[in-house]
């Protein structure tokens, strides 16, 4: 895409409390930057009537407060356009549109939000989804942090699987898509101005696609989640916990490069609870892990089956098994447990 900045929008080139106060500044802003990139609107009123199929649909929503705002292999926009689009896809759906709410700072340089915009439709072209309505607002100078972003999606179900954690079953396999830790390390590189021998770019990526070719393949999925916030270890444990079912996990088989395993031991972070923003995990029957391997390896060859669900019960009224238990090659065990905050905030 070869856009030019439309700057200056009346003679200002960065945010002013009036761009959000509904008078012709916040008019221009929202034609010279915002329809340039995006497109005109399905509509001019509050919501978009938006054709679609008698199938089934999801939504969703997120917020993103990324700092910075550019990293390593991504920025805050790109990450809400994929952040939105890869929650649709853990429920199985096809994203159709998505709708963006921006919170802006007083002060915050028009060419910053430009470069902003331009990634977001970037990413949406990507995907294949439509931006079709969406909202600005301007906190004062000191309130807002530059920029924070919402997106909200929608996508159309097309197959008849009921993709959840309560579908999962014993003897299923546990997949993840790629490496992990890319991310948080990426961002906390940025943030502390640290450079290593290897550089670290993001993960962030639409995981639309591997998601997809398993359901055209026919593969039984019984559940797919993201791994953000907290990583791999609190979404297993929200999983094992959800099912009723302890997951026993190989830690050799977890996927981390050896740049951010060197990271994580010089300060001390364990990659398992690193944020990433294109990794997922899928469970599925144990008699199609190798098929499910197969096509994640063709997008990511870092993808890897990592352990199982096991038969003893967990859960809420079964709290007395670990929800998970890891393994490494002498066979000894520990739990892995929840971190009880972040190790990284604002991540995304």
Not at 26 to 37: E, P, R, Y
Not at 62 to 82: E, H, M, N, R
């Amino acid at each position: 895409m070869d856009l030019t900045c439309p700057l200056p929008l009346q003679n200002t080139s960065h945010v002013l409390l009036a761009h959000g106060g509904g008078g012709k500044l916040m008019q221009d802003l929202i034609d010279k930057m915002f329809a340039t990139v995006f497109g005109e609107p399905c509509t001019s009123h509050d919501a978009a009537a938006l054709p679609v199929s008698a199938e089934k649909l999801a939504f969703t929503t997120d917020s993103y407060v990324v700092q910075p705002l550019f990293f390593p292999g991504g920025d805050i926009g790109k990450l809400a356009i994929y952040g939105t689009v890869n929650d649709l896809a853990m429920a199985g759906a096809r994203p159709l549109y998505l709708s963006v709410g921006f919170i802006l700072e007083e002060g915050l340089p028009l060419e910053t939000l430009w470069r902003v915009v331009v990634s977001m439709q970037q990413a949406a072209q990507a995907v294949g989804v439509q931006i079709v309505t969406g909202d600005t607002k301007v906190v004062e100078l000191g309130k807002g942090d530059g920029l924070f972003i919402n997106t909200s999606g929608i996508g159309i179900i097309e197959s008849g699987l009921n993709i959840q954690p309560k579908a999962i079953a014993p003897g299923d396999a546990i997949l993840v898509s790629g490496d992990l830790g890319r991310h948080g390390i990426a961002i906390m590189a940025q943030r502390e101005g640290l450079a290593f021998e290897s550089p670290i770019e993001s993960d962030c990526a639409p995981l639309v696609e591997p998601v997809q070719d398993l359901l055209k393949a026919e593969i039984e999925i019984h559940c797919l989640r993201d791994i953000t916030r907290g990583g791999l270890g609190a979404v297993l444990n929200e999983l094992a916990i959800a099912a009723g079912y302890q997951f026993k996990v190989h830690g050799n088989q977890i996927p981390v490069i050896e740049a951010v395993r060197g990271a994580c031991e010089i300060f001390g972070f364990d990659p398992v609870h690193i944020a990433n923003e294109g990794r997922f995990v899928a469970i599925l029957p144990a008699a199609k892990a190798a098929e499910g391997l197969a096509i994640l390896q063709h997008h990511n060859p870092n993808a890897r089956q990592i352990g199982l669900v096991t038969t003893q019960n967990c859960g809420e009224q079964h709290l007395a098994i670990a929800p998970v238990i890891v393994e490494n090659d002498l066979g000894v065990t520990r739990i892995l447990e929840r971190l009880s905050g972040e190790q990284l905030p604002r991540i995304c």
